[in-house]
């Protein structure tokens, strides 16, 4: 109790000797990168990959574009220095706090969420992207944008972290209720999935977490891929919630 009491007259005696204008964290904004997959411009190399189809709003790159739009919106409401990018990541080796690429999956597949990995390489197709995801080139696969950045330990188990946290938010939507028919299959592990694991974007950015996310599948979770707003908010709660818990940013925008 006494000390209580101590505090207290401390909180008042600061209170008076307080400047008028509250002091405020004066910590950097942190950058975090939305790609809507598939987006033109493309990248480089990958200029086939124009995504899947047959969601409620046609192509991949227009649910794709909404989502990143909408994400953006409501990272930069929260303080976040929110940088939208098309297929094209641009500029090439962009830094940041977090780089996310959005997309969704076709028939058959799964929500799911992946994140860069250490060791390998980016992906390489047949010409401009098609065929089997390689970590050295094919005699016909067409120039990639260099320099690739790199993937470190630090940034794995980082990004790790991120993908965890996503793919909770994701799950607590990924709901019947809410119109998701098919597939969730949370963080994919490392190496099951080069072509998500080994996703090019992750090696035009120096971001400190890097993932990728398939909201769901098309058709079969089309009633669920509808709920823009829905996707776009949980996936900000669990980006801004993710940099706060790395204190890159603080709780009071
Ligand atoms: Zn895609």
Same mark, same amino acid.
Request: net charge positive; proline share 8%; no cysteine.
């Given at each position: 109790?006494?000390?209580? &009491? ?10 008076? &000797?307080?400047?008028?204008? /509250? ?6 904004? /942190? ?6 997959? =598939? ?11 124009? $995504? ?51 997309? =969704? ?21 047949? $010409? ?8 050295? /080139? ?12 790199? &993937?470190?330990? $630090? ?39 080069r072509r998500m694991n080994h996703f090019y974007g992750f090696y035009r950015t120096t971001a400190g977490s890097r993932v990728i996310v398939e909201v769901g599948a098309a058709p079969e979770d089309n009633r669920f891929l509808r709920k823009t707003a829905l996707i776009s908010r949980a996936l900000s709660t669990a980006i801004i919630g993710d940099l706060r818990a790395r204190r890159l940013l603080s709780r009071a925008?």
């Open positions: 109790m006494r000390s209580i &009491v101590t505090a207290l007259a401390v909180v008042a005696a600061l209170a008076i &000797v307080a400047p008028a204008v /509250p002091v405020a964290v004066s910590a950097a904004r /942190p950058v975090v990168i939305v790609q809507a997959g =598939h987006l033109s411009p493309g990248e480089p190399g990958y200029l086939a990959q124009t $995504g899947a189809s047959g969601n409620p709003f046609g192509a991949e790159s227009e649910f794709n574009r909404r989502v990143r739009n909408a994400m953006i919106r409501r990272l930069r409401a929260a303080g976040v220095d929110a940088r939208p990018v098309p297929a094209l990541v641009s500029p090439l080796g962009i830094a940041g706090a977090t780089f996310v690429s959005i997309h =969704h999956d076709s028939r058959g597949g799964a929500a799911m969420v992946g994140h860069a990995i250490r060791g390998g390489n980016e992906n390489y197709y047949h $010409g401009q992207g098609t065929g089997t995801g390689s970590p050295t /080139p094919y005699r016909d696969s067409a120039p990639h944008r260099t320099p690739a950045t790199t &993937v470190s330990r $630090g940034v794995e188990r980082t990004s790790a972290t991120t993908a965890r946290r996503l793919a909770i938010a994701l799950k607590s939507i990924f709901t019947r209720a809410n119109g998701a028919q098919g597939r969730f299959r949370g963080v994919i592990p490392p190496n099951s999935n925008p």
